[in-house]
Antibody
Framework: QVQLVESGGGVVQPGRSLRLSCEVSGIIFSNYAMHWVRQAPGKGLEWVGV????????YYADSVKGRFTISRDNSKNTLYLQMSSLRAEDTAVYYC?????????????????WGQGTTVTVSS | DIVMTQSPLSLPVTPGEPASISCRSSQSLLHSNGFNYLDWFLQKPGQSPHLLIY???NRSSGVPDRFSGSGSGTDFTLTISRVEAEDVGIYYC????????FGQGTKLEIK
């Protein structure tokens, strides 16, 4: 059974940094690209960024570009989100999600598995 | 950036009745490979989102066949043929044609 478990959330002051982790089990982690998606309190979903299966390509939402960095350690089956220069508007539940792979072209299957989320609160 | 617009934002439905949600994109989601990069998600109360439909009309694993997706280009629809109590939650469309953008969400509630 595929499991994605986020951790590392908490309360942090504006301008500080925080690193989130997403531990993955039940799949060959290195076969899949991975996403981070966030949800501010009472708001909708916002895509944060994506990293390719091998970590060679990364793309970010404009709202976090230059402040957030996605990385992965395939030997530890773990995805990371390094957040710096945090702002109040970064307060949200952060989810990791698998970029699913279909067996046939175009091989796209959407964000087909999600974690339970970890809460980040940026406040002084 | 591609903007996604859902309607309605609130949808009260009687159990057993059909329901539909519209999703419009500011640019075409049709790729040259012939597929529309439009997905649908459901977030039940207190839970993480989960994938219902990908590439406009493909049901994800384990999704009941009362859920169907249709549309092409800039206009898409999620249809529930007969709503059940367990279908309550917020439905989101998302484009994956250029980056990723979610719609505002549609809250389905039972009358």
């Amino acid at each position: 059974q595929v499991q994605l478990v986020e951790s590392g959330g908490g309360v942090v002051q504006p301008g500080r940094s925080l690193r989130l982790s997403c531990e993955v089990s039940g799949i060959i982690f290195s076969n899949y690209a991975m996403h981070w998606v966030r949800q501010a309190p009472g708001k909708g979903l916002e895509w944060v960024g994506v990293i390719s299966y091998d970590g060679s390509n990364k793309y970010y939402a404009d709202s976090v570009k230059g402040r957030f960095t996605i990385s992965r350690d395939n030997s530890k089956n773990t995805l990371y989100l390094q957040m710096s220069s945090l702002r109040a508007e970064d307060t949200a539940v952060y989810y990791c999600a698998r970029d699913g792979v279909e067996a046939a072209p175009p091989y796209y299957r959407g964000m087909d598995v999600w974690g339970q989320g970890t809460t980040v609160t940026v406040s002084s | 950036d591609i903007v996604m617009t859902q309607s309605p934002l609130s949808l009260p439905v009687t159990p057993g009745e059909p329901a539909s949600i519209s999703c419009r994109s500011s640019q075409s989601l049709l790729h040259s490979n012939g597929f529309n990069y439009l997905d649908w998600f459901l977030q039940k109360p207190g839970q993480s989102p989960h994938l219902l439909i990908y590439l406009g009309s493909n049901r994800s694993s384990g999704v009941p066949d009362r859920f169907s997706g249709s549309g092409s280009g800039t206009d898409f629809t999620l249809t529930i043929s007969r709503v059940e109590a367990e279908d309550v939650g917020i439905y989101y469309c998302m484009q994956a044609r250029q980056g990723y953008t979610f719609g505002q969400g549609t809250k389905l509630e039972i009358k």
